[in-house]
């Protein structure tokens, strides 16, 4: 079973940044459009963003739009959500997912889309 694994979270002041990862053992990224998403406590899975199979398209949800970036570098099979002037209406869990019928140079931040899922990595803005 493909297992994602996130990373890269951490307690953070307001207006910090991270660097979020999401890479998978034994199973290449490359070639399957990759999501980010969050929950945070009490609340619905939110869609941050999403980057295409190969990286040529990117969406980003409104409240991740000139803040957040995701990338993606399919040498160390690795997607990165870069993180900037965080708030602590940022504080969830984040997770990443995998469209295994991914379409050509595109993505959707839906989460019905994606197939596998990581176990999250928790990022706390906290003042």
């Known amino acids: 079973q493909l297992q994602l694994v996130e990373s890269g979270g951490d307690l953070v002041q307001p207006g910090g940044s991270l660097r979020l990862s999401c890479t998978a053992s034994?199973?290449?990224?490359?070639?399957?459009?990759i999501a980010w998403f969050r929950q945070a406590p009490g609340k619905e899975q939110e869609g941050v963003g999403c980057?295409?199979?190969?990286?040529?398209?990117?969406t980003y949800a409104d409240s991740a739009k000139g803040r957040f970036t995701i990338s993606r570098d399919n040498a160390k099979n690795t997607v990165y959500l870069q993180m900037n002037r965080l708030k602590p209406e940022d504080s969830a869990v984040y997770y990443c997912?995998?469209?295994?019928?991914?379409?050509?140079?595109?993505?959707?931040?839906?989460?019905?889309?994606?197939?596998?899922w990581g176990q999250g990595t928790t990022v706390t803005v906290f003042a």
């Open positions: 034994g199973f290449t990224l490359n070639g399957y459009a």
């Open positions: 980057i295409s199979d190969q990286g040529g398209s990117t």
């Open positions: 997912g995998l469209d295994r019928n991914s379409v050509e140079n595109m993505c959707i931040v839906w989460s019905g889309r994606y197939d596998y």
